[in-house]
């Protein structure tokens, strides 16, 4: 698939098929990828996290905050939550800030998921202090990002941003999930 | 191209051949990528600012740090310069704190560039007051990264890390950049 098919399939999805496996050589493959992305430096300071087990999956769950602009819904209900979780940790014995590496990294594992028809959404509002205690994540790293994984089961559509500029994201009442995105024009400041 | 061929080809450039042309339907594509890639909560607060000329080529290069590891050389020669630049702003008048926002949209504009022959590298040690004045890059944008690109003239190849865990990447006396990568081993600190 080309890039731009592939990125405009990788939306952020937060509500999957449960049931569905994702397997521990799919999460190595996707942390093969982030393992030839860039980083400062060519440090390599990122260290990964992989669950993909009901016991661990359900440990990690409770702590990850969703879609806060959807004011009336507080996430995946039991059987449509991730099958998968990488969290990506920054390994201070290697550096102690971790600058652009781990959106580097985490977007090539997501691309890569959406190759393989999965998705998932990068959280960053996990509450990092109940993470490392139920995980018992050693305090050598840091816990960076959390990339929940599945199949995904909802509709996810992007349209421009209206007139009005708002860019919540919302459910329409068939419960497609809608992304507003600021056109071209706004976003390049200087055009060549 | 398959994510996996992709990332392994996006290796960091950082020689070109200078008389190579990258217009600016192509550069605007690469914007295309940034425009549907995630950021945190939709919020979109990132800009970009194109060059592809010159003129306007030559004011960004002195401000560029290039390759720290090579102690050597500083940087490309006159005819081994990038072709275009895109630098990546934060719009401060829509957050003040960008997180993984840049890593994510640069990664997908690499990407997108090594799909088109492209290469380059992503510059985080920029002089951003010397950038912002040559320029006139208006206060209410940060500067966050510096993405350098052009039709790569090197050679460069991965290797693992070898024992002495060094993972400076070097030149040889072939002219080839080698970049040492530790093992997928050494990263996934909890497997499944």
Redesign the interface.
Known sequence: ????D???K?R?YRRFNQSYDIN?EA???L????????T?????P????????PEMNAMIFPHLGWA??LKDWNGPEEGERPS?YIII?GDTSIKKNF??????????I???AA?LGLGGC?I?SARKDRLRQV?DIPKQ?DI??VLALGKPAEKVV?ETVGEDGD???YRDEEDVHH????P?SE??????
């Open positions: 698939m080309n890039m731009k592939l990125v405009r990788s952020s521990g999460l190595r493959d942390i093969r990828l982030a393992q030839y992305s860039p400062g430096n060519n440090r390599q990122l260290k990964f996290w992989l669950s993909n087990t806060g602009a998968a940790l600058g652009v590496d781990p959106g580097i990294s985490a977007q090539s997501m691309l890569g190759e990068m960053g995980l790293y960076l990002l992007t860019i919540r994201y992304v507003p995105k600021r071209l976003l390049v400041v200087h055009d060549v």
